[in-house]
């Protein structure tokens, strides 16, 4: 049993166990289906905190949980019964104009950190969602609204400081421990614990981005598919075939009914995005065009701090969707029994895609479409109804590309896992894993083992 009074004064920060207040809060992560009751929280303040926080599930044997935003599909930042080392009070960012570059804290999350940056017209890409935490989606690999411009979020990345297993704390860099750099980059939190993070910065001032909804036909699904393929890499797309969410600026009709709708970010010129974005308008009159020139941080739309999604959902990657596909994905949304269901569709290539498959973690660089099938239901009971809906759909879509995005991955199990690394990356990677974490004390996360002998 461990004494949270007596291990409070081991800490800077806050130590939080069950009998205390804030513990329902402070164990909840994004997901609401994960309700784990972890032994210990400790809201580190420190590289020192997170070094004696991994010393204490090292020494007690206890499953550690590491948790920047809390995001993971897997719950896999929270424990049941071990403890978690939760970073979101280390949020230090410190941004080098002049030098385009920036330190920032593992607990802000890519919304605060794309914020700050904004003030100075500068940006690094991260996801969708402003509120993911920069430590998981950056040691993922990272896939935004700047991908086809400027790579993933790993392309970015400089450097990082990163406490081990042992409880030294390590500077991963091109020069120093080259190749816990390279693993760092898209094989998730298997090697350390990433305190702070050095960006690349790059200028995006004003873009223009925004929400534009179109009627569900498979000829605007194809349509938009095909425009964002051959768009210039300034856009960057994520198209949602999905229910009309019921919002004033979408006329009722479509609420509730399919409707498409692509997320357009053109980082390009801002006289220029009427020419680029004309492919996608001219496919159908729009629903709703809520594409506008805006500030690149506006991009993060509000969010509701107590939204907990249930969510059963899966990912892949795709090569194309033609007609008889977008009439699959349009007739199974429409049949779906869930909540709400979406499938997601990036165009990916570009920035991306020139950056050698061996050189990152993240070997995926040839894969033209990321995909994600999601149902959304209302308790954790109904998420396995869901499944058969899901991975239907997934296949279809993925026709046969086993290959996946360890961010968007659930507990899935380890063939998911290795679905998310070619052979030589999973080797190589199990041959870092065995020199920083031997005895695998991160392995609440999507698990690599370390190469044996
Ligand atoms: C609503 C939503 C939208 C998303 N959109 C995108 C998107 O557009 N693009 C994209 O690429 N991904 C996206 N993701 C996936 C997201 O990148 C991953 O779930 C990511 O792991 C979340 O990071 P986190 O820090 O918030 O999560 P956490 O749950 O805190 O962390 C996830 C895991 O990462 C590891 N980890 C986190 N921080 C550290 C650290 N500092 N040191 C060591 N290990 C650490 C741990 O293993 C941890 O279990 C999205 C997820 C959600 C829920």
């Known amino acids: 049993m461990l004494s949270t009074p007596q291990l409070a004064d081991e800490f800077k920060g806050r130590v939080i166990g069950p009998d205390d207040s804030g513990y329902d809060e402070a164990r909840r992560v994004f997901m609401g289906a994960f309700d784990r009751r972890p032994a210990l929280i400790v809201r580190a303040a420190d590289a020192g905190d997170v070094a004696r926080v991994i010393a204490l599930a090292r020494d007690r044997g206890l499953e550690l949980a590491v948790r920047s935003g809390g995001h993971s599909s897997a719950g896999h930042g929270v424990s049941e019964g071990g403890v978690v080392l939760d970073l979101a009070d280390m949020r230090a960012l410190d941004i080098d104009v002049e030098g385009r570059t920036a330190w920032a804290e593992a607990g802000l999350t890519a919304g605060e950190y794309t914020t700050a940056a904004g003030e100075h017209g500068l940006a690094t890409g991260f996801g969708d969602t402003g509120s993911v935490g920069i430590g998981g989606i950056t040691l993922g690999g990272g896939v935004g609204f700047l991908v086809r411009k400027h790579g993933l979020t790993v392309d970015d990345l400089l450097a990082a400081e990163v406490v081990t297993a042992d409880g030294q704390l390590l500077r991963a860099d091109a020069e120093s421990h080259p190749d816990l750099f390279w693993a760092l980059r898209g094989g998730g939190g298997n090697f350390g614990v990433a305190t702070r993070f050095q960006f690349r910065l790059h200028e995006v001032g004003t873009i223009v981005g925004g929400p534009l909804f179109l009627p569900a036909t498979p000829d605007v699904i194809v349509g938009c598919v095909a425009a964002a393929a051959a768009a210039p890499e300034e856009l960057s797309t994520i198209v949602n075939v999905m229910p009309g969410p019921p919002m004033p600026f979408l006329p009722e009709e479509h609420h509730g009914r399919p409707v498409v709708m692509g997320l357009m970010a053109y980082c390009g010129a801002v006289g220029d995005a009427d020419r680029v974005l004309a492919p996608f308008r001219e496919l159908a009159e729009p629903v709703a065009d809520l594409v506008r020139p805006i500030p690149y941080p506006e991009i993060y739309g509000p969010e509701d701090p107590d ?143 370390p190469a044996s002998g």
């Open 307 to 449: 939204y907990r999604p249930i969510a059963f959902a899966r990912t892949g990657f795709a090569d194309g969707v033609d007609r008889r596909l977008a009439e699959t994905i349009l007739e199974r949304i429409s049949a779906s029994t869930a909540m709400m269901a979406a499938t997601q569709i990036r165009v990916l290539g570009g920035a991306m895609e020139r950056v050698p498959s061996d050189a990152t973690a993240f070997a995926h660089r040839d894969k033209r479409i990321m995909v994600n099938v999601a149902a959304l239901v209302p308790s954790a009971d109904a998420l396995s109804q869901q499944e058969s809906w899901v991975a239907g759909l997934l296949a279809e879509v993925t026709q046969g590309d086993a290959g996946a995005y360890v961010g968007f991955l659930a507990d899935e199990g380890e063939d998911r896992i290795r679905a998310a690394y070619p052979e030589a990356t999973w080797n190589r990677l199990r041959q870092v894993k065995a020199q920083y974490d031997p005895d695998n004390l991160f392995r609440l996360n999507q698990n690599i083992p």
